[in-house]
C-alpha cells in the first residue's frame, strides 16, 4: 500500500495548477475527486502516474524530490498491478459459480451441495471392464466410479454406446444426515420417545429411525454397511458352524440369571452386568447423558481410531419385566443409539 506518511513539497506549476500540494494518501483521492469529478477513483490513479511521469523527467536527478516522487511512482504501480490481480481473481470465483450453479441446476442439487462433492457413477459397465473403483452388482450388473480428473470420452473405447449414457449422480450424504440429525435432537427423550402415543408422531417425519416400528420404517440390508454383518447373518444360518461347549455353558447360565425375579431394574442391571463384561474382554458397561436429552442404561464405549474419538457399538435398555413403564425396550434402545450419534459433540455422525 501507498505509505500514508511520505510528504513531498515539489515545485510544479507548469504541470499542476496549484504551486505546491503535500503528497500524502489521504489528500490524493480529494485532489483529484476535484480536478477529475467524472473519473474513477483507478482513473484517477492514473492520471497521477502520468503526471508523476512529467514531473520526474523535471526534476534533477537523484535529489531528494526526486527519490520522494519516484518512491511515489513505485508505490502506484504497485497498488494498480495488486488491484489487478484482485480483479482477476474474483473474475475467476465467479465464472466458478457460473459453472457450479449450471450444473446443480441441472441434476437439481440444493445451493449448499459443491460440484466437487458430488459422485458420478457409469452404469451397466461390461463385465469384463470391471476395475479397482468399480462395484459389482449381484454378479451381473458393474457400476463405474468416474472421477472429476478423467474425461468422459476417456471411459468409453470407441463410440458412446447406444443413443444414451447411464449415470448414477449420487449426491453428498451429508444434506441427508445434517436433516436428520436435526429431526432427532428435538424428539424428547427417548423414554418420552418410546411411549406408543408419542412414538406415531415422532416416526412420522421423512427422515426415519429405521427400527421396523411402523414395518415400512426399514432401511438398506445393513449387510452393505459392513461385511462383518453379512457374515454373522451366514453363521446365524450355519447349523453345521462349531460351538465351544464353553459359549453354551455361558448362554445358559445367562439364561438362568435373567430369568430370576428381581426387585428392581438396578438389581436386574447389577445381576446381568458381569456376563457382558466377561464377553467383551473386560471392558466395562457404562451408563452415559447424552447433549441432546438422551440417559442410557448402558453403552459400551471404544476408541474408534479412525475418525479419533469414542464409538458406541453397543447399548442397553434394562426393564425390570416385560410391560413395565408402559414403553418399549427395543424402541426405547434405538431412540437411545439416535440420540448418541447425533450429539453435537460428535464430529463424524453415523448411524
Not at 28 to 45: I, V
Not at 193 to 219: M, T
Request: glycine content about 4%; charged content about 30%; hydrophobic content about 30%.
Amino acid at each position: 500500500m501507498l505509505p500514508e506518511t511520505v510528504n513531498c513539497n515539489v515545485h510544479y506549476s507548469s504541470y499542476w495548477e496549484r504551486p505546491y500540494t503535500q503528497w500524502k494518501l489521504s489528500s490524493w483521492d480529494d485532489f483529484y475527486l476535484e480536478k477529475y469529478p467524472n473519473a474513477s477513483k483507478w482513473k484517477s490513479h492514473d492520471f497521477l502516474g502520468s503526471e508523476l511521469d512529467a514531473l520526474i523527467k523535471n526534476l534533477k536527478p537523484k535529489t531528494k524530490n526526486h527519490n520522494k516522487v519516484l518512491l511515489l511512482k513505485r508505490n502506484l504501480e504497485k497498488l494498480k498491478s495488486e488491484k489487478n490481480n484482485g480483479k482477476e481473481e474474483e473474475s475467476k470465483k465467479k465464472r466458478k459459480a457460473v459453472e457450479e450453479y449450471s450444473v446443480r441446476r441441472k441434476i437439481g442439487a440444493p445451493d449448499n451441495v459443491k460440484v466437487k462433492d458430488i459422485e458420478l457413477w457409469r452404469v451397466n459397465v461390461p463385465f469384463e471392464e470391471f476395475k479397482e473403483n468399480s462395484i459389482l452388482l449381484n454378479n451381473i450388473e458393474v457400476k463405474e466410479k468416474l472421477f472429476p480428473t478423467v474425461k468422459i470420452s476417456s471411459v468409453f473405447d470407441d463410440e458412446i454406446p447406444e443413443l444414451k449414457i447411464h449415470f448414477i449422480v449420487k449426491v453428498p450424504a451429508n444434506i441427508e444426515k445434517d436433516e436428520n440429525v436435526k429431526e432427532i435432537c428435538k424428539m424428547p427423550c427417548p423414554s418420552t420417545s418410546a411411549s406408543p402415543g408419542k412414538w406415531k408422531k415422532c416416526n412420522k417425519n421423512p427422515l426415519k429411525i429405521y427400527n421396523l416400528r411402523p414395518p415400512e420404517c426399514s432401511g438398506p440390508p445393513v449387510s452393505l454397511y459392513h461385511p462383518v454383518f453379512s457374515q454373522f447373518l451366514l453363521n446365524y444360518r450355519n447349523n453345521e458352524l462349531e460351538i465351544l461347549l464353553k459359549h453354551y455353558t455361558e448362554v445358559l447360565n445367562l439364561c438362568n440369571v435373567a430369568g430370576q425375579i428381581y426387585q428392581n431394574e438396578s438389581d436386574r442391571q447389577h445381576a446381568l452386568r458381569p456376563f457382558f463384561t466377561s464377553l467383551f474382554d473386560g471392558i466395562q458397561p457404562i451408563s452415559i447423558v447424552t447433549d441432546n436429552g438422551s440417559i442410557d442404561d448402558y453403552v459400551l464405549l471404544i476408541d474408534n481410531t479412525v475418525f479419533e474419538e469414542k464409538a458406541v457399538p453397543i447399548l442397553w435398555e434394562y426393564k425390570n419385566e416385560i410391560g413395565t413403564e408402559r414403553k418399549d425396550p427395543s424402541i426405547q434402545g434405538r431412540c437411545g443409539y439416535a440420540k448418541y450419534w447425533a450429539q453435537s459433540q460428535i464430529k463424524n455422525n453415523k448411524y
